[in-house]
Every structure is written in C-alpha cells, then in structure tokens.
C-alpha cells in the first residue's frame, strides 16, 4: 500500500512538471514569434506553424492533468499567436490585393492607350 501511495506521488509529480516543461517551452516558442514575426520569411513561418501544430497536439494530451491556471496560461499563450498568425495572413492578403489593383490598374491604362 506504501509503495502504491509512493508511486502515486510521484507520478502526479512528474506530470506536474510535464505541464510546467511544456507552459515554459510554450511561453518561449511564443515570445521568440511574436518579437521576430515581421522579419520571417516564408520558410520560416512554415517552420513556424508547423511547430504551432506540435505545441497545440501536445497541449491537447497534457491538458486533461493540468490545472484550471495552466490551462488557462496556455490559452493566453494561443491567443497571441493566433493575433500574430491573423494580422501577418491579413497583411499578406492585403499585399496580394493591393498588387492586384496596380496590376489591374496598369492594365486599363494600356487598354484605354490602345483604344485611343
């Protein structure tokens, strides 16, 4: 019965630090992302979001043991990424429509040349 009660003890331990481990290599992944955003380029913001879907499938596993205060730190965590995810998507897309409009722009310009 001892020995049980021991294990007990320290497996919850050990899942205690797993959720710690994972909160503080989170927080770093998060702070490094949102400090250097601006100068990534497409390669790295694959690596980006490809390690965004490890930590979110970790996270999904270790969530069930964590506390109501982990959990609701790494949902934090996820918002500001999520923030930066959208607002660097939006200004992509934006880029791609404002070189749209030149272009097409440009190309009314040269119809309207020919028509006169």
Known sequence: MKTLLTLSLLLSTL????????????????????????????????????KYAEFRSEYKELAPNMSSEQRSEVNGLFSKVNAVIIKHKTSKA???????????????????????
């Not at 989170?26 to 694959?46: P, R």
């Open 15 to 50: 899942f205690g630090i797993k959720d710690t481990y994972f909160i503080l290599r989170f927080d770093h992944f998060v702070d490094k992302v949102t400090n250097n955003y601006e100068s990534y380029d497409d390669e790295q913001w694959k690596t980006t979001l490809d």
């Open 94 to 116: 934006m880029g791609a429509i404002g070189d749209f409009v030149n272009e097409a722009s440009g190309t009314l310009k040269e119809l309207k040349k020919l028509a006169e």
